[in-house]
Nanobody, 125 residues
Framework: QVQLVESGGGSVQAGGSLRLSCAAS???????MGWFRQPPGKEREGVAA???????YSSDSVKGRFTISQDNAKNAVYLQMNSLKPEDTAMYYCAARPCGGSWYLPLRSYSYNYWGQGTQVTVSS
């Protein structure tokens, strides 16, 4: 069972930046990671992910503003969020699954086996 712990959330004004971190309890070398978010009263949505082989994916709503990266030496994945907007306000979750195996959709929550507890991001106008 992989444990994931997110950190780095907080309150920021529109246009600001935050960097979310996700620490994994085991080596991320063989894990494929993703970031998801759930705004109040809405469904969870995929934000960014690293696919098997290192390709990255991001949703259209954050493309050009958010960047996902992974540091296997630290067993961590990060989400750098720039030019934040009020609509980015949400609980942000880190997710993981074993890499390899069958093809999967990297920005779909059902593709992942392990989840963190989330970190809140609030962007004010």
């Amino acid at each position: 069972q992989v444990q994931l712990v997110e950190s780095g959330g907080g309150s920021v004004q529109a246009g600001g930046s935050l960097r979310l971190s996700c620490a994994a309890s085991e080596s991320t070398y063989s894990l494929c990671m993703g970031w998801f978010r759930q705004p109040p009263g809405k469904e969870r949505e995929g934000v960014a992910a690293i696919y098997t082989g290192g390709s990255t994916y991001s949703s259209d709503s954050v493309k050009g503003r958010f960047t996902i990266s992974q540091d296997n030496a630290k067993n961590a994945v990060y989400l750098q969020m720039n030019s934040l907007k009020p609509e980015d306000t949400a609980m942000y979750y880190c997710a993981a699954r074993p890499c390899g195996g069958s093809w999967y959709l990297p920005l779909r929550s059902y593709s992942y086996n392990y989840w963190g507890q989330g970190t809140q991001v609030t962007v004010s106008s």
